[in-house]
């Protein structure tokens, strides 16, 4: 998950209010997610948007360029990504501002505020294996069981050191469910444990006269 810094959150703040007032939170974020993965793809683009000795003129007929659909002999061409006003006017602020890096964080805090308001729950479940589709269910109605949300979104991971079993990231927190991290805690556990209390629970057979008939001794 990226980060997201202070400056992004204002931006996005800022941003989701004006799409709310329009109804367009929804567009908005779809818009804006594949343009900064358009970039992400051309890193070179974003160097060039901000680059400070560049004029601020050449940077947004460049933007324009980048953001135009393409067009094909003899058809339509695509869909532009950014067919929102509101999504065309705010990556030139970006520009003009020199803040352009700060797509990406944007973008995500505003998927953040979106999923707040609908309910949306985005976890990363990383296990040793690929899951099975009938897998993939299971977990998304735990999830959507426990947390109560209106729908979950899963991104699957496979990590081989993931022993028989799943790790769970949602947001800043982690839901270890797997074996060795069961294991691990158990051998903590009974490192804590004095021989005496093995006894006192039934697990050692102790003779009449204090003798430990199945181990070492417990007298101390």
Not at 72 to 93: C, M, N, Q, Y
Not at 193 to 200: H, L
Request: glycine share 6%; charged share 25%; hydrophobic share 45%.
């Amino acid at each position: 998950m990226t980060f997201v810094g202070r400056k992004a959150r204002r931006y996005a703040r800022a941003l989701y209010s004006l799409a709310r007032e329009q109804q367009s939170q929804e567009a908005l974020v779809a818009e804006l997610t594949e343009v900064s993965e358009r970039f992400a793809k051309v890193p070179e683009l974003g160097q060039v948007l901000a680059h400070r000795r560049i004029p601020a003129d050449h940077k947004l007929a460049l933007l324009d360029h980048a953001l135009a659909p393409a067009q094909a002999e003899g058809d339509e061409g695509e869909v532009p990504p950014a067919g929102l006003p509101l999504t065309r006017h705010f990556l030139r602020l970006l520009v003009r501002n020199g803040r352009i890096a700060l797509l990406a964080e944007v973008v995500q805090a505003l998927r953040d505020m979106l999923d707040i308001e609908l309910g949306v729950m985005r976890a990363v479940v990383t296990t040793a294996v690929p899951l099975l589709k009938g897998e993939r269910e299971m977990v998304i109605a735990k999830l959507q069981s426990h947390t109560g949300a209106n729908r979950v979104e899963i991104d699957c991971v496979v990590n081989k050191k993931v022993v028989a079993g799943v790790l769970i990231h949602v947001g800043d927190h982690v839901i270890d469910a797997t074996v060795r991290t069961y294991l691990d805690t158990m051998r903590e556990r009974l490192k804590q444990i004095k021989v005496g209390e093995f006894a006192d629970a039934g697990f050692l057979s102790v003779s009449a006269d204090g003798a430990d008939n199945t181990g070492p001794s417990t007298k101390q």
